[in-house]
Antibody, heavy 123, light 113 residues
């Protein structure tokens, strides 16, 4: 069964870079033609798609965050990672990684999801 | 961006009664070439990630109780819980995957009356 797990610092200072990693188990990122995404949820608020990476390395970002986001994949570790630069308090959120369900289709729903990791931006 | 608007923001329903949540998209999410509506519904309970309930607007995910159903087409969609159970208390989200950026509704909080 495919499982995803987010990891990274829970506290980041304003203006610094947030870095998170999603470790995939129960399946290989490099041997499958799936898209892998990051979604965030500010405390008590709704869900926002951050961006997505294809197993080949092609990336797709939400225009609202594009100037600050980088997503990359490390197939040797079966991981994909998120970097968000110049963070502010508005970036405080629960960050989820998830797979786009349909193979070779970025236009599909997210499933499964990781459990999420809370990142707080504060000095 | 396609804006997804859910209504109501919250509702309280008695056990055994029907609950209805609406989701409206700012543009159609019906793809004419395959006649599929690119819309999903999720349930989220505190401390948990969203759980997929429905995709293609009306296809129930495996293992989801049949009291959950999705309907609608184009820009107007509905999630119906036919006979509310205590474990259905949660926040429900719709998501469009017709185009990027994929967007979610603001959520509807369902409480037990």
């Amino acid at each position: 069964q495919l499982q995803l797990q987010e990891s990274g610092p829970g506290l980041v200072k304003p203006s610094e870079t947030l870095s998170l990693t999603c470790t995939v188990s129960g399946g290989s990122i490099s041997s499958s033609d799936y898209y892998w995404g990051w979604i965030r949820q500010p405390p008590g608020k709704g869900l926002e798609w951050i961006g997505t990476i294809y197993y080949s390395g092609a990336t797709y970002y939400n225009p609202s965050l594009k100037s600050r986001v980088t997503i990359f994949v490390d197939t040797s570790k079966n991981q994909f990672s998120l970097r968000l630069s110049s963070v502010t308090a508005a970036d405080t959120a629960l960050y989820y990684c998830a797979r786009h369900y349909l193979p070779a289709a970025i236009l599909s729903w997210f499933d499964p999801w990781g459990q999420g990791t809370l990142v707080t931006v504060s000095s | 961006d396609i804006v997804m608007t859910q209504s109501p923001d919250s509702l309280a329903v008695s056990l055994g009664e029907r609950a209805t949540i609406n989701c409206k998209s700012s543009q159609s999410v019906l793809y004419s070439s395959n006649s599929k509506n690119y819309l999903a519904w999720f349930q989220q309970k505190p401390g948990q990630p969203p759980k997929l309930l429905i995709y293609w607007a009306s296809t129930r995910e495996s293992g989801v109780p049949d009291r959950f159903s999705g309907s609608g087409s184009g820009t107007d969609f509905t999630l119906t819980i036919s006979s509310l159970q205590a474990e259905d208390a949660a926040v429900y989200y719709c998501q469009q995957y017709f185009s990027t950026p994929q967007t979610f509704g603001q959520g509807t909080k369902l409480e037990i009356k």
